[in-house]
C-alpha cells in the first residue's frame, strides 16, 4: 500500500491538498510512497517558528536544550529499527544505514555532551575575555552571543534522510533557534519517519521543529534578517537560493555544503610494499561503493606516484572484483542500489563526460548483475574506475562530480605535483593523505590546507582508530572553501555559533556581570555570610567571595618544598644564578609552592558542600614572589553550572598578590559542590 507523507507544520501533521510527487523504491522501482506540501501557509510556519518556537526554546538554557537533544537521540536509537526498514528502499546496506541512522542519532548525542560540558547553563554565551578600554577598570568591552531571533530553514540531500537532518538540527536547536526542516524527495520517507520519532518523543517544544516534505512554495520570500537557511545539495540549487532577492535583500544567513571533487593521495614514501598502500586502496574502493557513493565526502579522484599507477590500478580493481552489487536484504551484498531511476540516468552522464578524457578501468555503465534482482530492475550500475594518465590535460576529471561509485586515478610526479592536483578541484569537503612520513605531511597540509575543510592524514600507527576519509566528524567542521560551498557545519560549538548573533558590550564591570550572569574583574564582591566553601551550591551567588589572610614565604619554606617535591630548579636553590636570570634578581618561591600554599590559606577543611577540587584553568604566575614577601589570596564565585540533581560546578576566579597588592598570580578553580 502506498504511504501519503505528511508535512508538520504548525504542530499538526498535515497532508498535501493538491499534485504529490511518487518515492519508488531504489530496489524495485514500485511506488511506495507520495509525497507533497500544496495547501501549506508557509508564511504561518515561519510566524508559528518565530513567535512559538523560538521564545519556548530560548527560554530553556544551553544545558536544557543539551538535555532535549539527548532525549531525542535516544529515542531515535529506541526506534532504528523502523528506521533501518525503510532505509532498504533507498538502496542502503545494513551498514549504509549504520552511517545514516545510528551516526545521527551519535551526532545529536555528541552535541549534547559537548553542549553540558563547553557552555554554559545560561541562554548568554560569553565569547573571549574581557577587554579592558578605560584606564581604571570601570569601562569594559565584552563580546557575547545570543540566539538569533529567527527560524532555521534546513533544505536537506536525498543521501542521508536522518544524519542529513540531524547534523543540522543538533547545532540549530542547541542554540536556541527553531527549524523547518525540507529533505530530498527520494528518501523523504525515512526523514517522515525520523521526524515523527522526534515529535512523539515528546521533549520538543511546540514550534521547534516543523517539516515539509514537497515543495518549500513561497517560503524563502518570508525570511528576514533573524532567519537562517543551511543547504546541502548541487552547486546549481546553492546558487539559486543564494542569489533569492529577499536572501540577498535580507542578508539571510546562507550556509552552503555542495559539489566537492575530494582527493586521496598515496604519499611518495607509500610504496605497494607498505600499509599505508594497502590502506589507501581499501579507503579509496569502501569510499567508491559506501552508499553506492552517493556521499559528499565521497573520493572522486585517487593519485598515486606515477611510478605506482599500474600497482595502484591492479590493486584497486582486484578489490573492486569482490564488491556484490543487489539488493540490500540479500545476504552477501556489500553496495546496494543508486537512491532512483533519476540518479542513476544522471550518474551515467556524469560518468561518460569523465569517460571522454579517462579510460575506463573497470565497470560497465549499462550492464550490471544485481544479486536479488530482476534483469533491468532498480537503480543499480558496478562500481566505475576511470584512469586518467595525464591529468592536467584532462580537465572534466576535476571539475564533473559523478554521484555515484565512481572514482578517477591518475599519476602525480612530485609533492609539489600532488598538491597542485589537489587544489586543482577548486575547494572540498575533503582530501586524504596517506603517508608514514610526518615531514612529507607537513608539506603537504601547508601546501593544500586553504583549499580544503578537512585534511586526513592516514598511516599505520592511526590505521586502527580512523575514522577515514568520508566521516565528517560533530566535533569538528564539516564543510569547504570554494567549489565545495564556503559553509561550515557542526564543528562542535563552532556550529552552534552560525545560528546566534555576537555583540561587542561595553560598560562597567558591575553591569556587565548581571548581564552575562558571570563575575568579570572589576565588579563588585561580596563578603557578608560564612565561608563561601559552608554554602550549598543554590546558596552561592555569583561575585560571593572570600579574602584570606596574609602568610609570609620564608626562604625555609622554599627549600623545603624543593627537597620534598624534588623540583630543586637553580631559580629556587641557587641564589648567583637565579640572579642572573632576566626574569627574577635572586631566589624565588615555586609556582607551585604559590599553589599550596594559596589553596591553604582559602581552604575551609571541615566536611561540607564542597565535593572535590576537579580542575583548574587559565593559571598565570604574573610577578616572583621573594623570600621574605607575604602572599594573601582573593577568592570569587566567577560561574556556576548545574551537573546534576546533587551537585554543581562553581568556577571561582582566584588571585593571589603579595603585601603591596601586586599580583602574583592568576588562575580559575574548578569544584563540585553539593546542592
Known amino acids: 500500500m502506498t504511504t501519503m507523507l505528511k508535512n508538520y507544520a504548525t504542530d499538526a501533521w498535515v497532508e498535501a491538498t493538491g499534485g504529490t510527487a511518487v518515492i519508488r523504491s531504489a530496489i524495485t522501482g514500485g511506488e511506495i510512497a507520495r509525497t507533497g506540501s500544496d495547501g501549506l501557509n508557509f508564511a504561518a510556519m515561519i510566524n508559528h517558528a518565530r513567535t512559538v518556537g523560538g521564545p519556548a526554546l530560548r527560554k530553556m538554557t544551553f544545558h536544557d536544550r543539551a538535555w532535549m537533544l539527548k532525549a531525542l537521540a535516544t529515542a531515535i536509537m529506541e526506534r532504528k529499527e523502523e528506521l533501518y526498514a525503510l532505509s532498504t528502499t533507498t ?66 540531500a536525498f543521501n542521508f534522510p536522518v544524519w542529513g537532518m540531524l547534523e543540522k538540527l543538533g547545532p540549530t536547536l542547541l542554540a536556541g533557534v527553531p527549524a523547518i526542516v525540507k529533505p530530498g524527495t527520494a528518501t523523504a520517507h525515512v526523514t517522515e519517519a525520523a521526524v515523527r520519532i522526534m515529535v512523539e518523543a515528546g521533549v520538543l517544544p511546540p514550534g521547534a521543529l516543523q517539516l515539509i516534505v514537497g515543495s518549500v512554495g513561497d517560503l524563502l520570500d518570508h525570511l528576514g534578517c533573524q532567519d537562517v537557511v543551511s543547504f546541502t545539495g548541487s552547486a546549481t540549487t546553492a546558487m539559486k537560493l543564494q542569489t533569492h532577492p529577499v536572501i540577498a535583500r535580507e542578508s539571510v544567513r546562507f550556509i552552503a555544503e555542495r559539489d566537492s571533487l575530494n582527493a586521496s593521495i598515496l604519499g611518495p614514501d607509500a610504496g605497494p610494499d607498505t600499509p599505508e598502500f594497502d590502506l589507501f586502496i581499501r579507503e579509496v574502493v569502501q569510499e567508491m561503493t559506501t552508499k553506492a557513493g552517493q556521499k559528499c565526502t565521497a573520493i572522486r579522484r585517487a593519485m598515486v606516484p606515477a611510478h605506482w599507477l599500474d600497482a595502484a590500478e591492479a590493486a584497486l580493481k582486484q578489490r573492486l572484483g569482490q564488491v556484490v552489487v543487489g539488493d540490500p536484504s540479500v545476504e552477501g551484498v556489500t553496495m546496494g542500489a543508486l537512491a532512483g531511476q533519476g540518479q542513476l540516468d544522471d550518474v551515467r552522464r556524469q560518468a561518460r563526460r569523465i569517460g571522454a578524457e579517462a579510460r575506463l578501468v573497470f565497470g560497465e555503465f549499462e550492464t550490471v548483475d544485481a544479486r536479488g534482482v530482476e534483469p533491468g530492475q532498480g537503480a543499480f550500475i558496478t562500481p566505475l574506475l576511470f584512469r ?46 596517506f603517508t608514514h612520513d610526518p615531514q612529507v605531511a607537513r608539506e603537504f597540509v601547508i601546501g593544500v590546507g586553504s583549499f580544503h575543510g578537512r585534511i586526513v592524514l592516514i598511516d599505520r600507527d592511526s590505521a586502527r582508530e580512523s575514522t577515514g576519509h568520508g566521516s565528517p566528524l560533530p566535533m569538528l567542521i564539516h564543510g569547504g572553501p570554494g567549489r565545495a560551498g564556503g559553509g561550515e557545519e557542526m564543528g562542535g560549538v ?122 583548574l584553568d587559565n593559571l598565570r604566575f604574573v610577578k616572583p614572589l621573594m623570600p621574605g614577601e607575604a602572599m594573601k589570596v582573593a577568592l570569587t564565585v566567577k560561574a556556576k553550572a548545574k551537573r546534576n540533581d546533587e551537585y554543581g560546578e562553581v568556577r571561582w576566579a582566584v588571585q593571589v598578590t603579595d603585601g603591596g597588592d601586586e599580583t602574583v598570580a592568576t588562575y580559575e578553580l574548578l569544584t563540585m559542590v553539593a546542592f
Open 388 to 433: 586518467a594518465d595525464h591529468p592536467w590535460t584532462s580537465a572534466l576529471v576535476h571539475d564533473v562530480e559523478a554521484f555515484g561509485p565512481v572514482a578517477t586515478l591518475m599519476p602525480y610526479t612530485d609533492l609539489d605535483d600532488a598538491i597542485a592536483l589537489a587544489n586543482r578541484g577548486l575547494g572540498s569537503l575533503v582530501l586524504s593523505m
Open 494 to 615: 563552532r556550529g552552534v555559533k552560525h545560528y546566534m548573533q555576537r555583540t561587542a558590550l561595553q560598560g562597567s564591570p558591575r553591569v556587565l556581570s548581571a548581564v552575562v550572569n558571570r563575575w568579570l574583574p572589576g565588579a563588585p564582591r561580596h563578603h557578608e555570610g560564612p565561608h563561601p566553601f559552608r554554602l550549598h551550591f543554590d546558596e552561592l551567588e555569583v561575585g560571593r567571595c572570600f579574602d584570606s589572610r596574609e602568610r609570609i614565604v620564608t626562604l625555609e619554606d622554599i627549600e623545603h618544598f624543593a627537597e620534598f617535591t624534588g623540583d630543586t630548579f637553580y631559580a629556587h636553590m641557587d641564589e648567583e644564578a637565579a640572579a642572573a636570570n632576566p626574569f627574577f634578581h635572586g631566589r624565588v618561591a615555586h609556582g607551585y609552592l604559590i599553589l599550596s600554599f594559596a589553596a591553604g590559606l582559602f581552604v575551609d577543611p571541615a566536611p561540607g558542600p564542597v565535593l572535590a577540587n576537579t580542575g
Open 91 to 156: 538502496g542502503a546496506t545494513r551498514k549504509d544505514g549504520w552511517i545514516d541512522i545510528e551516526g545521527g542519532a551519535g551526532t545529536l548525542f555528541t552535541m549534547s555532551s559537548k553542549g553540558r560540558r563547553e557552555l554554559p547553563d545560561d541562554v548568554v554565551l560569553i565569547d573571549g575575555e574581557v577587554e579592558g578600554i578605560g584606564r581604571d577598570g570601570t569601562f569594559i568591552g565584552q563580546h557575547i552571543y545570543t540566539s538569533l531571533k529567527g527560524v532555521a530553514v534546513h533544505i536537506n
